[in-house]
């Protein structure tokens, strides 16, 4: 356990140290482990970074879906309220009820949506009303929570439309974020396919409403994809900077080499 946990607070420094002289990076949103017990103190730590712009727990990947409903994660919570950190929910469907409750609890925290609570777009009709419903529960709450959507496995803009239709009614435009998701995109399109069909997707609204760059009030900048707005190639496709893929690989490969701290 402790060799696992020093590999994401030093990848995560690693990353902040990248960031800090780099102005094509605008932000990184991080893992910090919220039911520890010195996640106040990490919190407090990282806050001082100004590119951090918010924490994202793996809460799609925990056995235990009803784990963001934990009294223990409370003081983690206010420390994030207190340094006005984003919480990106990185979620499925079947988290919503929980995320509801964690929302309720906490209406000053700002929260971003993932992927647009990732829809099992394969599974068809079948997986569609609980998504679709779930989303409509999300878009309701008070606070005015904020949406990313990104592709999907298998994706065509004639799959795609629905569900950014659907994401478009219930959040409108000024509360949805565009992401890349590059460069785990590589593995079911490329880039500019993607950001293409995004800007297919969105053709039917008006030219205020298609500036996905712009930035969302009171909204988390997410990981490092808001380089776009200032780095695009002459299509006026954002471009990725070859540089921080290289940097990035080298870093990974450093600490998968670096000796670990395990018993």
Aim: charged fraction near 25%; proline fraction near 8%.
């Amino acid at each position: 356990m402790r060799g696992r946990w020093w590999c994401k607070l030093r990848l995560r420094s690693d990353l902040l140290d990248l960031a800090r002289d780099d102005t094509s990076v605008a932000g990184i949103v991080g893992w910090v482990p919220l039911d520890a017990p010195d996640s106040v103190e990490l919190i407090d730590e990282l806050a001082r970074e100004p590119k951090l712009k918010g924490v994202r727990p793996m809460l799609q990947d925990l056995p235990d879906d009803r784990w963001i409903e934990s009294p223990a994660l409370a003081p983690a919570i206010r420390a994030l309220i207190k340094s006005d950190l984003a919480f990106d929910a990185l979620i499925f469907s079947r988290h919503v009820p929980s995320l509801k409750v964690f929302a309720a609890r906490f209406p000053e925290l700002r929260i971003v949506v993932d992927h647009g609570a990732k829809p099992q777009i394969k599974d068809g009709h079948a997986a569609w009303q609980s998504w679709a419903d779930g989303i409509a529960e999300l878009a309701a709450l008070p606070q005015g929570l904020v949406c990313k959507s990104e592709a999907a496995p298998g994706w065509s803009v004639a799959t795609l439309k629905p569900y950014v239709d659907h994401l478009l009614d219930h959040f409108g435009p000024e509360r949805l974020m565009w992401g890349s998701d590059w460069p785990v995109l590589n593995l079911n399109g490329d880039y500019s396919h993607w950001f293409d069909a995004a800007r297919q997707l969105t053709a039917h609204l008006d030219a205020s409403a298609q500036q996905w760059s712009s930035v969302v009030p009171r909204a988390s900048f997410i990981g490092c994809k808001s380089w776009a707005k200032r780095m695009k190639n002459e299509r006026g496709i954002p471009r990725i900077p070859q540089l921080q893929l290289q940097r990035k690989q080298r870093m990974v490969k450093k600490l998968a080499t670096k000796p670990r701290d395990i018993p």
